[in-house]
């Protein structure tokens, strides 16, 4: 396969085709993440809340192996770019061992912590059990998540975005056809409740993984993988976790935020906690689109900066920015006016959903300012720059919207909380223009 095209075909276009791609399997996974909601929320409404209070962890563990992918992925497409091919194959194959080391740690570390993390936020011993019931199953899977991950940015890594479609669409639906047969007892399957969740999340994944596996094994992937290219590279351990772990905080800070607003919305109602939880779930469905986009030019950035086509890498980030402010504007617009059907897709109680209207309208008044910190994030990484890309994510995840929730909080109670949301973005996505131009500079 000639990468060539990276650098040569005209940028709008080829942003939409390698964006395209994942915004679709983006969305499929997104639509996931909601049916599985869905179907877990009829069990009961507490097995709705368990699963909000397990989301940060799950987060956490796909945050490494996302951030250490695109970590991988960089350090590829800029070999490539370079005409470094060898290199690229030990970029690859120190990629996945590793990825692997970090599965196994993740699945023992976080079934470890569970039971006390989960403590921290609620004292209902119901909530607990269907939390650690869930989990158990979910953390084993590490690994496969890990793993599946990798390939897939070893594969946009070198431009074919569709395998990453196909993969992550089969494992999805592999999960959407499972959860009510293993939920409910469809057929031969026994009734699992929210165990049956977590075993068709778990499968779903595994799916993903085995198509990535015949693809590479059938020849499609221009890069070589295997023991031989295990050899020392200077520096190559270092630069994958110089740029993976920024990367891997940058994902990982919106647990650590889910945490603490839960703390504190904890203080006045379970019901808000609920309704945060059902937020995160709407928002993976309207970030993800803009999030596809993002995944598509990480490789172009890289492979061009590789290349030293600077010009280009400029105007990829600039058309990725006025791309990603349109999703936004059509995201805000859905969350404006339909605010009570996307709630009430989760929840049948009236209470939360009347306060979830609120929260949601009043968060949503930051979508559109959000792209200046996504676009730059992104486009950093894939230029392999993972120290700015963390600074903005701190300001977005931690510094500006945690201590805002506390006080606005004190002063007007929930409604506080919703609006550091839009607060921080707005003073997040200032600072990450400066941010970028300074870490940035390319003629």
């Given at each position: 396969m000639n990468e060539t095209f990276m650098k040569e075909k005209p940028v709008f276009p080829l942003?939409?085709?390698?964006?395209?791609?994942?915004?679709?399997?983006?969305?499929?996974?997104?639509?996931?993440?909601?049916?599985?909601?869905?179907?877990?929320?009829?069990?009961?409404?507490?097995?709705?809340?368990?699963?909000?209070?397990?989301?940060?962890?799950?987060?956490?563990?796909?945050?490494?192996a996302i951030g250490f992918g695109v970590g991988i992925n960089a350090v590829i497409a800029?070999?490539?770019?370079?005409?470094?091919?060898?290199?690229?194959?030990?970029?690859?194959?120190?990629?996945?061992?590793?990825?692997?080391?970090?599965?196994?740690?993740?699945?023992?570390?976080?079934?470890?912590?569970m039971p006390a993390f989960l403590?921290?936020?609620?004292?209902?011993?119901?909530?607990?059990?269907?939390?650690?019931?869930?989990?158990?199953?979910?953390?084993?899977?590490?690994?496969?998540?890990?793993?599946?991950?990798?390939?897939?940015?070893?594969?946009?890594?070198?431009?074919?975005?569709?395998?990453?479609?196909?993969?992550?669409?089969?494992?999805?639906?592999?999960?959407?056809?499972?959860?009510?047969?293993?939920?409910?007892?469809?057929?031969?399957?026994?009734e699992m409740g929210?165990?049956?969740a977590a075993l068709a999340t778990g499968l779903g994944q595994v799916v993903s993984l085995v198509i990535y596996l015949g693809i590479y094994f059938s020849g499609a992937l221009p890069l070589h993988i295997g023991i031989r290219h295990l050899v020392k590279e200077k520096g190559l351990i270092a630069r994958l976790y110089s740029i993976g772990i920024p990367a891997s905080l940058n994902i990982a800070l919106p647990s650590l935020l889910i945490a603490s607003l839960n703390v504190i919305l904890a203080s006045f109602s379970q019901i808000y906690v609920t309704i945060l939880g059902i937020y995160y779930k709407l928002q993976t469905f309207l970030y993800l689109p803009a999030n596809g986009i993002i995944q598509g030019i990480r490789p172009l950035i890289g492979y061009n900066y590789g290349a030293k086509e600077y010009h280009r890498v400029n105007k990829l980030y600039l058309?990725?920015?006025?791309?990603?402010?349109?999703?936004?504007?059509?995201?805000?617009?859905?969350?404006?006016?339909?605010?009570?059907?996307l709630i009430g897709l989760f929840t049948e109680n009236p209470q939360t959903?009347?306060?979830?209207?609120?929260?949601?309208?009043?968060?949503?008044?930051?979508?559109?300012?959000?792209?200046?910190?996504?676009?730059?994030?992104?486009?950093?990484?894939?230029?392999?720059?993972?120290?700015?890309?963390?600074?903005?994510?701190?300001?977005?995840?931690?510094?500006?919207?945690?201590?805002?929730?506390?006080?606005?909080g004190r002063i007007l109670g929930p409604a506080g909380v919703w609006n550091a949301f839009w607060i921080a973005e707005a003073v997040t996505g200032v600072i990450s223009v400066f941010i970028y131009r300074r870490a940035v500079r390319i003629r």
């Open positions: 942003i939409i085709s390698m964006g395209l791609p994942m915004m679709i399997s983006m969305l499929v996974n997104s639509l996931y993440n909601i049916v599985d909601s869905f179907f877990v929320a009829k069990i009961s409404e507490d097995a709705m809340t368990a699963l909000s209070l397990v989301y940060p962890v799950q987060n956490f563990i796909s945050a490494i800029y070999y490539l770019g370079a005409s470094q091919k060898e290199k690229a194959d030990r970029t690859a194959s120190w990629g996945l061992l590793l990825a692997l080391i970090h599965g196994l740690l993740l699945a023992v570390i976080c079934i470890a912590v403590h921290m936020f609620t004292s209902q011993a119901s909530l607990s059990e269907l939390g650690m019931r869930y989990s158990v199953i979910v953390f084993a899977f590490s690994p496969v998540i890990t793993l599946g991950i990798s390939f897939e940015k070893i594969f946009q890594s070198t431009g074919q975005m569709t395998v990453s479609m196909v993969s992550l669409m089969a494992g999805c639906i592999t999960n959407i056809i499972l959860d009510p047969i293993m939920i409910f007892g469809i057929g031969p399957c026994p929210i165990e049956g058309t990725t920015l006025a791309i990603d402010s349109c999703i936004m504007v059509l995201g805000t617009i859905i969350c404006l006016l339909i605010p009570g059907q959903i009347q306060a979830g209207i609120l929260a949601l309208r009043i968060i949503s008044g930051g979508f559109l300012v959000s792209t200046l910190s996504i676009t730059a994030c992104g486009a950093l990484e894939g230029l392999g720059k993972g120290t700015p890309s963390l600074i903005i994510s701190l300001l977005r995840y931690v510094v500006i919207i945690i201590p805002a929730s506390f006080l606005l």
